[in-house]
């Protein structure tokens, strides 16, 4: 691969050591925000483009993107020289490099020129989180609590839970001279690995990147596993009966995308996704697999409790199982007809809350590929009975 002009071979070998899916490729969207990863030809089209994360599989729209800057992009439209981005932007890839490679005072002067005059949300927060990190790699913990508070105070949504973490943290921790001694009411031992221990105890511990890591990790777990409603929490709520209840009761003319709204689980499943997305804001990626445990605990509600006993009952209920004379007059037409087309109304909501869960699934091709195919059999068989019945109701 040719080295990327204007990054230092240093530093883009760092990029490259530390993100296997990176392989040179930034996507910069319109907000501002930054997305490493390797662009998936086979699966990108004219107006989207997929790419592949260290976390996950994204499906951007071309339309949201500014610019791209991959030396294998699938093609040139929008393809940018690394010395055509904007100068922050620049800042903050470079900084990203640095903090990889531990140079955390070349972090701060890259990046403290642009931190006050940037307006862009997005990239201002990256910024200001590069050298809140790289303070506390310093322990600079005054310095670090003062940015904190000003986050919780005016940062977005996401800043203020994530500034709440750190300074909760290392409050937790002050009395210890910011050794990791706990998180909230878990004590250290319970929750580092036995080779961490002891390093736990030295005095400012936390100025140590893996050791604030394992404290926001026990934070997130803390967040998604011990909150009221948790995944575990979901699945023993979700009441199958009730589901099949609320899609019979399907308008005829809904929409895949306003299934979820009519779903008797969906308060839970908010108050599920709401701990996650706090965990995600916190530690961005940690929360990942929650998230994947969220969408199949849903797939697996509704594909086998659900979807799998109303196939089942639109098979057994089939006009095309009732017996017909070789030819019709207009009155046994006319009931026959009939007959299907209650069919085809009782049995429309099954495919739609098919089709919505399907277009859940198809954003996960690689973690949820076992229950795509056999939704996708349920889905296409479910069709071809009403297609079918469709024929024979109009011969």
């Not at 965990?279 to 998230?291: E, H, I, K, M, T």
């Not at 004379?325 to 009931?335: I, K, N, S």
Request: aromatic share 8%; with cysteine.
């Amino acid at each position: 691969m040719k080295r990327a002009r204007g990054i230092r071979p240093a530093v883009l070998a760092a990029v490259l050591a530390f993100s296997p899916a990176l392989q040179g490729a930034i996507i910069l969207l319109k907000d501002g925000s930054m997305i490493e990863g390797r662009i998936i030809e086979a699966l990108s089209t004219a107006t989207t483009i997929r790419v592949r994360t260290p976390f996950e599989e994204r499906l951007i729209n071309r339309r949201d993107i500014d610019r791209i800057f991959d030396e294998e992009a699938i093609d040139q439209t929008g393809l940018a020289k690394f010395e055509e981005l904007p100068e922050a932007v620049r800042a903050v890839y470079n900084a990203r490099a640095d903090y990889r490679l531990g140079n955390y005072a070349r972090v701060i002067e890259r990046i403290e020129p642009f931190l006050q005059k940037e307006q862009n949300p997005v990239l201002k927060s990256e910024m200001t989180w590069l050298i809140i990190e790289s303070k506390e790699r310093f322990a600079k913990w005054d310095e670090v609590k003062s940015m904190l508070e000003a986050l919780e105070k005016d940062g977005t949504p996401r800043d203020k839970l994530r500034a709440k973490a750190h300074r909760e943290i290392l409050e937790d921790n002050a009395e210890w001279d910011y050794s990791l001694r706990r998180v909230d009411k878990a004590w250290s031992r319970n929750f580092l690995p036995q080779d961490m221990r002891a390093a736990a105890q030295d005095p400012n511990a936390l100025a140590d990147p893996m050791m604030m890591r394992k404290a926001l990790e026990e934070y997130c777990s803390q967040l998604v596993r011990n909150e009221k409603y948790g995944v575990e929490t979901l699945r023993e709520r979700m009441n199958p009966r009730k589901t099949i209840e609320a899609v019979r009761e399907l308008p005829p003319a809904i929409r895949a995308d306003d299934v979820l709204k009519r779903m008797p689980y969906l308060e839970e499943l908010k108050q599920a996704e709401t701990s996650v997305l706090k965990a995600q804001a916190v530690l961005p990626g940690y929360a990942d697999a929650f998230q994947l445990d969220l969408i199949r605990a849903e797939a697996e509600h509704l594909l086998f409790y659900v979807l799998g006993g109303m196939l089942e009952e639109a098979l057994i209920s089939s006009p095309l199982n009732l017996p017909l004379p070789q030819t019709l007059d207009a009155a046994t037409r006319e009931q026959w007809r009939r007959v299907c087309d209650e069919w085809l109304a009782r049995t429309k909501p099954t495919e739609v809350v098919g089709e919505y869960l399907l277009n859940k699934l198809m954003g996960y091709p690689e973690q949820m590929r076992q229950e795509y195919h056999l939704l996708r059999d349920v889905y296409d068989r479910l069709q071809e009975m009403r297609e079918s019945v469709m024929r024979q109701r109009n011969r």
